[in-house]
């Protein structure tokens, strides 16, 4: 242990006496040392009386010397005293200690509590009229002092004492102790004097309402009526003022309701919310409303609410300005307002008011006008001249007024920024309700030569088609494309027009110039729409001109599957066949039969065109659709053939050539890829899939559909005529064993290895 190392344990083994936590707790609690404690001494005769009192006047007085300022030490001194029967020594030193400190409130209030103890009562009453003298803003001296004197059953000294309190002022507490008094002794009159006089010094609403709440309390019904009225006097009409009193409209309400006299309470609250802002009367409001639930008729409980709901939209807009959707809710209540009124069948002042009203919310509402010029601030706020306009339209009918309302709103909106169609439209629209043609055409014609649109060329279209003014609508078809060439929509729209007008030739010119664009946003649109439309004209000749059109340009997979489908498929009639056997009272459009064979041409021609391309994919894609063909309409042969060309999944092992290691990926890999790219492989595997084959048959098991390898194999043994298993069989593993030298060599090489998708290899 010298060298500062723990020291090393040798016996390991538990002790014999096994010592316990508690034991060890209890241990240390016995051998504790017993604190000092001073011994009592024993009091035999006066001399040692008079010994130990000197000697503990000794030591206070000492203590006293050493913290004179320390009031804890008189206080210990003077009750020392006091408990020695030494009252008048106590007296002595509660003196001494008020000379150090004379403001002391705990001083003053032992000194008093010593002599009430001593049943002194007059030096008691001295000292505490000397303190409240001395302290006069401390009201628990006061307190004391009102409590000695009414214990006593010295009311009119209680009351002397407090009407020298209340010359100072005191706070509410002091003038609710004077009432208290006066009402235990059942002195009412003098509790209501109190009141006038605390009314005089501090006149608060809630002060006003204690005093109206007493007078009702013992029944002077018209004292209390006087007490409020001369509240609401003293108030005045000002707003700030009425404001501060709400406390008192609202108790005088409560006292005429508990009276009974509705129709009084019902003037005060309509009395005192006329002549403050909804913004500063909620809680009024809500005093009025629960008034009105409870005593009201629907009419004025719905006015009632009304007006709670007006101040909670006005303190929500007083934050945040620009809060449409506020101002839509505000307006729908006005406006909700206005119908009530209607439907009651009020005078038409009354309506005005309602009317205006409404217009003033729609005009504060149309004034924020949002900030910055960017279009997603002005979607919300736009809304608001529409509705205001609709207003003025259907529910004022006042015409000349939404005229100028529409005149404003566009006067409002950049629009060499942006511009808001549905404004347009909608002003022209009400200028049609109007019968004035003229004005509606010339808003939309200074629309579409201002900022033109899309949704303006639209609604001015259904605006002269509605009004059967085709060669309108051509015109503006014309010029919709003129400004925008590249919209397919726009040209579908147009010869879906001309279809509907039976102009046959003008609808191809269209679709002809349609597609002859250079441009076109999603032109498979327009392709399909001109396709559809001959396929309807029964004319399938031109339909497959426009087939082959298209696969020369785009070629895409879905172009070759819809061109096979539509070969496949029966189409109707020529139409002017069809308008021939219209007399003939056929309830349905006769159909002329697909061509499956044209179709199949079609799916080998859209077969090979992918191979070029290299899509493997879309080469899967229309395999699967050529499959469900032929199991429709083919032959189970032809089922078999397409089952051949078939892909199936293989791992490919490749070189990075970022990394230089070999990867494996996967790949999908068709028969006649792989026979044109490694014939003696492609023979070696088909081979195998057949002999696999024919093992599952000749062992009876459930086989599932043949892989491309496979069904190439039983084609081909279909066509040699049906050779002996036997033989197949050892060809197969004949050629297993010199094929797969060779195609282990090329792996050796870095060629690709190919594996069936189910997992069986070579």
Not at 31 to 59: I, M, N, T
Not at 267 to 281: D, E, G, H, M, W
Request: proline content about 3%.
């Amino acid at each position: 242990m010298q060298d500062g190392r723990a020291p090393r344990i040798k016996n390991r083994a538990p002790a014999a006496i096994q010592v316990t936590a508690e034991q060890l707790l209890r241990d240390a609690q016995e051998r504790q040392e017993s604190q000092f404690r001073a011994p009592k001494q024993r009091v035999e005769d006066f001399e040692e009386l008079h010994e130990y009192r000197g000697r503990k006047r000794e030591e206070f007085e000492k203590r006293i010397r050493q913290t004179r300022s320390s009031i804890k030490e008189w206080l210990q001194y003077a009750n020392w005293e006091a408990s020695q029967g030494e009252y008048a020594r106590s007296r002595s030193v509660f003196e001494r200690a008020l000379d150090v400190d004379p403001r002391s409130v705990q001083l003053w209030l032992s000194y008093t509590e010593m002599e009430l103890k001593g049943r002194n009562v007059q030096h008691a009453r001295n000292l505490f009229d000397r303190a409240v003298t001395l302290l006069p803003r401390v009201d628990q001296l006061w307190y004391k002092y009102v409590y000695l004197e009414e214990l006593l059953g010295n009311v009119p000294g209680a009351r002397q004492v407090f009407e020298r309190w209340m010359q100072w002022e005191p706070d509410d507490k002091a003038w609710q102790a004077y009432i208290k008094m006066e009402q235990r002794y059942n002195e009412l009159d003098r509790a209501s004097a109190i009141y006038e006089r605390w009314v005089a010094v501090r006149p608060e609403p809630r002060v006003w309402v204690k005093w109206g709440k007493f007078e009702e309390e013992r029944g002077k019904l018209d004292k209390a009526r006087e007490v409020f009225q001369t509240a609401l006097e003293f108030f005045g009409d000002d707003e700030e003022q009425i404001e501060k009193a709400q406390a008192v409209f609202n108790a005088f309400a409560k006292m005429e309701t508990r009276l009974k006299e509705y129709e009084r309470a019902r003037v005060i609250y309509k009395f005192a919310l006329s002549r403050l802002p909804r913004s500063k009367s909620a809680a009024l409001y809500a005093a009025y409303t629960k008034f009105e639930k409870q005593h009201g008729t629907r009419s004025t409980l719905e006015s009632t609410v009304l007006g709670k709901r007006r101040i909670q939209y006005e303190e929500e807009l007083s934050h945040d300005g620009r809060n449409y959707d506020v101002w839509f809710d505000y307006a729908r209540l006005e406006e909700g307002a206005l119908r009530d009124l209607r439907e009651e069948g009020v005078t038409a002042e009354e309506e005005e008011r309602a009317t205006n009203r409404v217009r003033e919310v729609y005009e504060r509402a149309v004034a924020q006008v949002p900030p910055g010029g960017e279009k997603r601030h002005w979607r919300r706020y736009i809304f608001l001249w529409l509705y205001y306009a609709l207003f003025e339209e259907i529910e004022t009918k006042d015409y000349e007024r939404a005229r100028q309302i529409y005149e404003t709103a566009i006067r409002v909106v950049p629009h060499k920024q942006f511009t808001f169609a549905k404004l347009w439209i909608t002003f022209a629209r009400f200028e049609v309700r109007q019968l004035n043609l003229t004005a509606a055409r010339k808003i939309l014609g200074t629309a579409i030569g201002m900022c033109p649109k899309e949704a303006l060329f639209k609604g001015y279209i259904q605006l002269e088609f509605d009004l059967r003014e085709f060669d309108r609508v051509r015109t503006l078809y014309e010029k919709y494309i003129e400004w925008d060439p590249t919209n397919s929509a726009a040209w579908i729209k147009y010869a879906e027009l001309e279809t509907q007008l039976e102009d046959f030739p003008r609808v191809r010119a269209i679709y002809e110039l349609g597609v002859s664009q250079p441009a076109l946003s999603m032109p498979e649109l327009l392709w399909k729409a001109y396709i559809d439309f001959e396929t309807e004209e029964g004319e399938r000749e031109k339909a497959r001109e426009l087939y082959e059109r298209l696969v020369k340009i785009s070629g895409h997979v879905k172009v070759w599957i819809s061109y096979a489908t539509f070969e496949a498929e029966p189409i109707p009639i020529p139409r002017a066949m069809r308008e021939e056997a219209e007399g003939e009272e056929e309830e349905e459009v006769p159909m002329v039969e697909g061509d499956p064979v044209r179709a199949r041409q079609v799916f080998e021609r859209g077969y090979k065109d992918l191979k070029s391309k290299g899509l493997k994919h879309e080469r899967v894609v229309l395999l699967e659709i050529w499959k469900a063909f032929e199991e429709k309409y083919g032959t189970a042969e032809d089922v078999v053939k397409v089952q051949g060309m078939m892909p199936i999944t293989s791992k490919r092992r490749i070189v990075d050539k970022e990394t230089g290691q070999t990867v494996e990926d996967w790949d999908i890999v068709f028969a006649d890829d792989e026979r044109e790219a490694n014939p003696t492989t492609f023979k070696f595997l088909q081979m195998a899939h057949a002999w696999k084959a024919a093992q599952a048959k000749s062992g009876g098991a459930s086989t599932t559909a043949l892989s491309g390898f496979a069904a190439a194999a039983a084609a081909n043994a279909n066509a040699n005529g049906n050779a002996e298993s036997s033989n197949s069989n050892g060809s197969a593993q004949q050629s297993a064993e010199s094929t797969n030298r060779d195609a282990r060599d090329r792996a050796d090489d870095g060629h690709s290895d190919v594996a069936s998708s189910n997992g069986d290899g070579d």
